[in-house]
């Protein structure tokens, strides 16, 4: 059997890093990025016409809109650029598109006051980018027939190639021995690039459309992943100190009690969220080779 074409946009930041390494072996993927890529292709989400060219040529079965403007305080900021790049653009690659649509969505839809949240919980954005990824969501489930929209939160990877992550700036501080301050009152569920490209997998062969909530095991703050980070990596946890999210003053309010719930795709697809230790200690693993 043929396999599917998946245009994935935004290929090149670092979830689609992941996505294109586990994903190649199963599909024929097509990777766009704004600036390009080594052989990708330069895709700018906002550009109407280039993208329905773009897809017209490539005919994918498959969309994974991996594109976004994820700075959440560059959002808080510029409003309306986050507004082009995350709702419109989502409504620019769905025109004219009619295969499956997957959306990468995150828990700052909801407020924060009451997580780990379910599908079926109220959302309430308290930032921009979180109102312009719900605006998204909403406009998906109402205009686009087989979409599939996956809430993640608190995404990190770890490669030799990787520029920026949270873990690549614990370690790297930690290891030039820099003390470090991590948020203690900021809780969710951290997730691998590595575990959400697998979900993805999945949604892509079953077909799964509508909404999923997906995040690996532990609900932790981000200082106690900080400190789970030390001892898998074995740096010296006393150079991380905590403190509040209001000591930060920026520009766009972050939920604080988040994190998701995965009972919903752990029942109908059967995944298995992994601990955030063991996607730790696999990490430490893939960068010695
Ligand atoms: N990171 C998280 O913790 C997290 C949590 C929940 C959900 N998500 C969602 O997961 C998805 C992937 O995020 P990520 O962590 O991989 O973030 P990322 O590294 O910032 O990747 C986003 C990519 O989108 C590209 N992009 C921005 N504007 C574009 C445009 N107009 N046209 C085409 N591409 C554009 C960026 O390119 P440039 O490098 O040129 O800007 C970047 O490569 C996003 O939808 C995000 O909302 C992320």
Known sequence: MRMKNVLITGAYGQLGEACIKYLKSYFNIIPAGRYGGNKGIQLDITDAHSTRQMIKKHNPQVILNLAAMTNVDGCETDPKMAEAINVNGVKILCDGFDGHFIQISTDYVFDGNAGPYSED???????????????????????????????????????????????????????????????????????????????????????????????????????????????????????????????????????????????????????????????????????SK
Do not use: M
Not at 145 to 159: C, D, F
């Open 121 to 287: 919980d109220e959302t309430n954005p308290i930032s921009v980018y979180g109102k312009t990824k719900l605006a998204a969501d909403d406009w998906l489930s109402a205009n686009h027939e087989k979409t599939t929209i996956l809430r993640a939160n608190v995404v990190y990877g770890y490669t030799n190639r990787t520029k920026a992550s949270f873990v690549k700036w614990v370690v790297d501080s930690l290891t030039d021995e820099k003390p470090i301050r991590v948020v203690d009152d900021q809780w969710n569920n951290p997730t691998w690039t590595e575990s959400i490209a697998s979900v993805i997998n999945e949604l892509i062969e079953k077909e799964a459309f509508g909404l999923y909530h997906y995040g690996d095991k532990d609900h932790l703050n981000r200082y106690e992943f900080a400190l789970l980070i030390a001892k898998v990596f074995d740096l010296d946890a006393s150079l991380i100190s905590p403190i509040s999210t209001s000591e930060l003053n920026q520009p766009a309010p972050r939920p604080l009690r988040s994190g998701l719930k995965t009972e919903k795709i752990e029942s109908e697809l059967g995944i298995i969220p992994k601990s955030v230790e063991t996607c730790l200690q696999e990490i430490r693993k893939q960068l």
